[in-house]
C-alpha cells in the first residue's frame, strides 16, 4: 500500500459548483497535512496547513482532516476557472520530517 | 520581493552531457531542496541541505550532485549517469529546523529534456 493515494484526475465541474479532493493515507504517525496548487508549467505553491484533525478554512477553501480515518480533503466553494490547476496534497509526521506527497489530483472548473 | 529563482526554464541536453540547474533564494532560508516531477508520479526528492556546506540524498540521488557553498545558492548537477533525466525539476527551500522545516516555497521549475 502506497504511503499516500490520490486520484490523478483530471475531475472536471462546472464553475461555481463545489469541488471535493482527497487523499487517503497508510501511516498513522502524520500529523502535519498540506495542499498545495500547481498551475501548470509552474512550481507548486502552498495552499492551506494544517495539524492533526479538524477543520480549517481560509476564504473559499476548507481543509478537513480525519485522523481517524487517515482521510484528508480539500473543499473549494464558488469553483472558478481560475482554480484549475493540480492539487497535491502532502503530509509529514513532524514539523521538521521528510514531506511525502501524493501524485495531485488535475481540476479543470469549466466556465 | 522574496522568492526563489530557478534557471534556466527550459534546457535541452544532448545524453552523455552533464548539465546544471540554478536555484537561488533570497529569502533567508536554511532549507533547500530539489524535486523531479514526472507525470503520474508525483515529487520525488533528489537531494536536499539543512545547513551550509551540508547535504543528504534523498530517494532518488543516483546520477545527480549537488552543492551548497551559500546559503541563497544549491545548484543541482545532472550527469551522464543519470539514465532517465528528461522531467521537471523542483528547486524548495523552507526556514528549517524543528519548527518550519515542512513548509516549502518552490521556484518556477526547470524543465529539461535530453535529445
Known amino acids: 500500500q502506497k504511503e499516500v493515494e490520490q486520484d490523478p484526475g483530471p475531475l472536471s465541474v462546472p464553475e461555481g459548483a463545489i469541488v471535493s479532493l482527497n487523499c487517503t493515507y497508510s501511516n498513522s504517525a502524520f500529523q502535519y497535512f498540506m495542499w498545495y496548487r500547481q498551475y501548470s508549467r509552474k512550481g507548486p505553491e502552498l495552499l492551506m496547513y494544517?495539524?492533526?484533525?479538524g477543520n480549517k478554512e481560509d476564504g473559499r477553501f476548507t481543509a478537513q482532516v480525519d485522523k481517524s480515518s487517515k482521510y484528508i480533503s480539500l473543499f473549494i466553494r464558488d469553483s472558478q476557472p481560475s482554480d484549475s490547476a493540480t492539487y497535491l496534497c502532502a503530509m509529514a509526521m513532524n514539523r521538521d520530517d521528510k514531506i511525502i506527497f501524493g501524485k495531485g489530483t488535475r481540476l479543470h472548473i469549466l466556465p | 520581493d522574496g522568492g526563489i529563482t530557478q534557471s534556466p526554464k527550459y534546457l535541452f541536453r544532448k545524453e552523455g552531457q552533464n548539465v546544471t540547474l540554478s536555484c537561488e533564494q533570497n529569502?533567508?532560508?536554511?532549507?533547500m531542496y530539489w524535486y523531479r516531477q514526472d507525470p503520474g508520479q508525483g515529487l520525488r526528492l533528489i537531494y536536499y541541505s539543512q545547513i551550509v556546506n551540508d547535504f543528504q540524498k534523498g530517494d532518488i540521488a543516483e546520477g545527480y550532485s549537488v552543492s551548497r557553498e551559500k546559503k541563497e545558492s544549491f545548484p543541482l548537477t545532472v550527469t551522464s549517469a543519470q539514465k532517465n533525466p528528461t522531467a521537471f525539476y523542483l528547486c524548495?527551500?523552507?526556514?528549517?529546523?524543528?519548527?518550519?522545516?515542512?513548509?516549502?516555497?518552490f521556484g518556477a521549475g526547470s524543465r529539461l529534456t535530453v535529445l
Open positions: 524548495a527551500s523552507s526556514i528549517g529546523g524543528r519548527n518550519g522545516a515542512n513548509v516549502l516555497t
Open positions: 494544517t495539524y492533526s484533525s
Open positions: 529569502l533567508n532560508h536554511d532549507a
